[in-house]
């Protein structure tokens, strides 16, 4: 069965830090470039940052640059996303998302995505 699972979500306050993790299972990661996405209640759901395939090429949404840090570990078959410094703002259901290493690593279209775990919550508050 392929699986994609977060974990390391909870409750942290502002200025707090957590490491997510997402782990796969039935498919093997380092075929895959992974992007990190989260959706706040009310607000549609939006990209946060970006590895490539071999963990190279990184990106990050500008609200969450300088704070967020995404690597890979393929041996593991896992993704991490390391929060620091997280604001109110920060709280969302956060989710992975794997896209076939033969397209370009980074994209904000949830169609472009061929594996999504089932998301794991973040919430700042004090």
């Known amino acids: 069965q392929l699986q994609f699972v977060e974990s390391g979500g909870g409750l942290v306050q502002p200025g707090g830090s957590l490491r997510l993790s997402c782990a796969a299972s039935?498919?093997?990661?380092?075929?895959?470039?992974v992007g990190w996405f989260r959706q706040a209640p009310g607000k549609e759901r939006e990209g946060v940052s970006w590895?490539?395939?071999?963990?190279?090429?990184?990106n990050y949404a500008d609200s969450v640059k300088g704070r967020f840090t995404i690597s890979r570990d393929n041996a593991k078959n896992t993704v991490y996303l390391q929060m620091n410094s997280l604001k109110f703002e920060d709280t969302a259901v956060y989710y992975c998302?794997?896209?076939?290493?033969?397209?370009?690593?980074?994209?904000?279209?949830?169609?472009?995505?061929?594996?999504w775990g089932q998301g794991t919550q973040v919430t700042v508050s004090s």
């Open positions: 998302a794997a896209r076939k290493r033969e397209y370009w690593y980074y994209s904000g279209r949830e169609d472009d995505y061929d594996y």
């Open positions: 590895i490539s395939y071999t963990g190279g090429t990184t």
């Open positions: 039935g498919f093997t990661l380092d075929r895959y470039h």
